[in-house]
């Protein structure tokens, strides 16, 4: 199985500053036909579902705040929320649909300081 | 607006069976491709499996942990997902999400269905 590990675990930020979550897939999630990074990012509320907010690793789903955006490199995957708000507080986790199962990492878990 | 509504959750035995429904609106349900999330309580979420549309072929592909266990299906007559849960486990114990697919990743969720295995 694809192994999705994420950095931090935890994280504190002020409000307004800029908060990232970094996420590596053990090997390539590259779908050669269309040249997309097969990873989603997920925003999970307390007593919620997740919510898309990422796919293609840089595709911001529609209705989703600019501040949010997904950047990749190789392997090594990034979401970044530019301007913390108050709402953005939530557990975020990537997953990988190129190769079944369609792994998860572990959560990381976004706070204001 | 899609939503999607799972219910059949509940307390089941070690080696029992329970069936999960998810009834979706909002969009074709026929050309959806729809999968399965469990998330355990407290922890992460792990995926379950996925069926594509009837007319990719309606195939199911499975998490090693349920393959052989669980069967998922759909009835696009009645625009519902199903989950067959047999041979149960505590290690079932989860809230269960149905999802739409959207560009291959889990698009649309529904509130989840809390499936409790215990003696």
């Known amino acids: 199985d694809i192994v999705m590990t994420q950095s931090p675990d935890s994280l504190a930020v002020s409000l307004g500053e800029r908060a990232t979550i970094n996420c590596k897939s053990s090997q390539t999630v590259l779908y050669t036909s269309d040249n997309h990074n097969y990873v989603a990012w997920y925003q999970q509320k307390p007593g919620q579902p997740p919510k898309l907010l990422i796919y293609?690793?840089?595709t911001r789903q529609f209705g989703v705040p600019d501040r949010f955006s997904g950047s990749e490199s190789g392997t090594d995957f990034t979401l970044t929320i530019s301007s913390l708000q108050a709402e953005d507080v939530a557990v975020y986790y990537c997953q990988q649909y190129h190769t079944s199962p369609h792994t998860f990492g572990q959560g990381t878990k976004l706070e204001i300081k | 607006e899609v939503k999607l509504v799972e219910s059949g959750g509940g307390l089941v035995k070690p080696g029992g069976s329970l069936r999960l429904s998810c009834a979706a609106s909002?969009?074709?349900?026929?050309?959806?491709?729809m999968s399965w999330v469990r998330q355990t309580p407290g922890k992460g979420l792990e995926w379950v499996g996925r069926?594509?549309?009837?007319?990719?072929?309606?195939?199911?592909d499975y998490a090693a942990p349920v393959k052989g266990r669980f069967t998922i299906s759909r009835d696009d007559s009645t625009n519902t997902l199903y989950l067959q849960m047999n041979s149960l486990k505590i290690d079932d114990t989860a809230v269960y999400y149905c999802?739409?697919?959207?560009?291959?990743?889990?698009?649309?969720w529904g509130q989840g269905t809390l499936v409790t295995v215990s003696s």
């Open positions: 909002g969009f074709i349900f026929s050309q959806a491709w």
């Open positions: 069926i594509k549309f009837q007319t990719d072929g309606g195939t199911t």
């Open positions: 999802a739409m697919i959207h560009y291959g990743a889990a698009g649309f």
């Open positions: 293609w690793a840089s």
